[in-house]
């Protein structure tokens, strides 16, 4: 395997890390981070939950304006050491947990948090050839791209505070509405936000205000 050299980029004021195994930071996506920061001084107490982190620099940005701890996770154990030495670089180590696996896997059952940033994987199978720079498991979101996306929302549905507010990255509105039909019904959609490179849903609890 050919040697990977690490790039840096200016990602909201942060200087990220990472190389051409994990998907570049897109800048489009600090206006994901900005939201949830925003989100976060109205929110319960608590840490905040990023599913499919890549080199986790939503989930920093986010975070440089709190005081909240971070749990990142993601299935590819290079992305987890790049959110690693991006919180070191960010002075957030000692707020910053990257964690390897499945949700399912590293999460407990009676964590909770009062928000979860949601990145999943979003392009069909059959699109992922008009992206040939970036690594096929950071986009490939299955036959209808929402194979991974379908994971997210299960895992919003089991750890979201009762008064919590999720985000999570899409490609399209349509995506969106199709990702929430599949869902168990216990959340709601409360507003989309388009960008030029896609679209970000808020989520809270079905019952909740």
């Known amino acids: 395997m050919s040697l990977a050299l690490p790039e840096h980029v200016t990602f909201d004021g942060l200087d990220i890390a990472f190389d051409s195994r994990v998907l570049r930071p897109r800048p489009w996506t600090v206006a994901q981070a900005q939201w949830a920061a925003s989100l976060l001084t109205d929110l319960p107490p608590g840490p905040v939950l990023e599913l499919c982190s890549g080199a986790g620099q939503i989930g920093l940005a986010a975070a440089t304006r709190s005081q909240r701890r971070l749990v990142c996770i993601d299935v590819d154990p290079i992305a987890v050491h790049y959110t690693a030495i991006n919180a070191c670089l960010a002075g957030l180590d000692a707020r910053v947990e990257a964690r390897l696996g499945r949700v399912e896997d590293v999460l407990m059952d009676d964590e909770r948090f009062p928000l979860i940033i949601a990145d999943p994987p979003w392009v069909a199978t059959a699109e ?82």
């Not at 992922?128 to 991974?148: C, F, K, N, Q, V």
């Open 128 to 209: 992922t050839h008009r992206y040939p720079e970036d690594p096929l498991l950071a986009i490939d979101g299955g036959r209808d791209g929402l194979s991974i996306a379908h994971d997210a929302l299960r895992a919003i549905e089991r750890h979201v505070h009762e008064a919590g507010l999720a985000l999570i990255q899409l490609g399209s509105s349509a995506q969106v509405a199709a990702l929430m039909a599949s869902g168990s019904g216990s959340l709601r959609c409360l507003e989309v936000r388009s960008y030029r490179g896609g679209v970000v849903a808020m989520l809270s609890r079905a019952f909740g205000g």
